[in-house]
Nanobody, 123 residues
Framework: EAQLVESGGGLVQAGGSLRLSCAASGFSFDDYAIGWFRQAPGKEREGVSCIDSRPGNTYYADSVKGRFTISRDNAKNTVYLQMNSLKPEDTAVYYC????????????????WGKGTLVTVSS
């Protein structure tokens, strides 16, 4: 089965940085777009970033443009989210996800989700 496992969350002060990792297994990772989402308590889940499988085009929510960078290492079946200049508003559980047969970032929903990793930005 397709599995996604996030890691790298933690507590950081405003202005600091974290790098999240999404390790994939159970599917042809190289052929799938991977997205990052986040959800704060009591809030709706929102899209943060996404990266196509080929040629690897990237997309970002307006709230994180210029601060976050998504990348992928297909040899390691891993997608990363480098988060810089973190703000308290970035505090949330971060999830990675993909959609069956989605080579490019889909406009619709995702099928497979990780369990999330918590990012807390203090200020």
């Amino acid at each position: 089965e397709a599995q996604l496992v996030e890691s790298g969350g933690g507590l950081v002060q405003a202005g600091g940085s974290l790098r999240l990792s999404c390790a994939a297994s159970g599917f042809s990772f190289d052929d799938y777009a991977i997205g990052w989402f986040r959800q704060a308590p009591g809030k709706e889940r929102e899209g943060v970033s996404c990266i196509d499988s080929r040629p690897g085009n990237t997309y970002y929510a307006d709230s994180v443009k210029g601060r976050f960078t998504i990348s992928r290492d297909n040899a390691k079946n891993t997608v990363y989210l480098q988060m810089n200049s973190l703000k308290p508003e970035d505090t949330a559980v971060y999830y990675c996800a993909t959609r069956f047969l989605s080579v490019n970032c889909p406009s619709g929903g995702m099928d497979y989700w990780g369990k999330g990793t918590l990012v807390t930005v203090s200020s």
